[in-house]
């Protein structure tokens, strides 16, 4: 049973990320995303409750996108990310990748 608050969509889609008050980018993997939330596969520890800006191109977007969020689970090999406050192109781009994974 599935007790998200938003559908996620699948996604392979490379990205980086930043750890609040840290410079440079660590490299992940988006695997999946919603307007709430992505998951992020990546070899970099992050501990739980960290505070992320994640950087990422998404389909449809022309610009790289900023998502700030809160590392809110993690497991060897990745953590899931609970978005902050995004904006109108940002809610946008995500619930229109949402759309087109979603059954006819």
């Known amino acids: 049973m599935e007790f998200r608050r938003f559908t996620r969509a699948p996604l392979e889609q490379p990205l980086e990320f ?13 695997k999946d995303i919603s307007v709430g ?4 596969q990546t070899e970099v520890a992050v501990q739980f409750g960290a505070e992320v ?4 191109m998404l389909p449809g977007v022309a610009k790289e ?8 689970w993690k497991r060897p090999d990745g953590m899931g990310v609970q978005f902050g ?20």
């Open 65 to 72: 996108l900023r998502l700030p969020g809160v590392v809110r």
């Open 85 to 104: 406050l995004l904006g109108a192109r940002e809610t946008h781009a995500i619930t229109e990748i949402v759309k087109k994974a979603e059954p006819s």
């Open 18 to 30: 930043v750890l609040k008050n840290l410079e440079g980018r660590s490299k992940g993997l988006a």
């Open 37 to 40: 939330g992505m998951f992020i």
């Open 53 to 56: 800006v994640v950087y990422v």
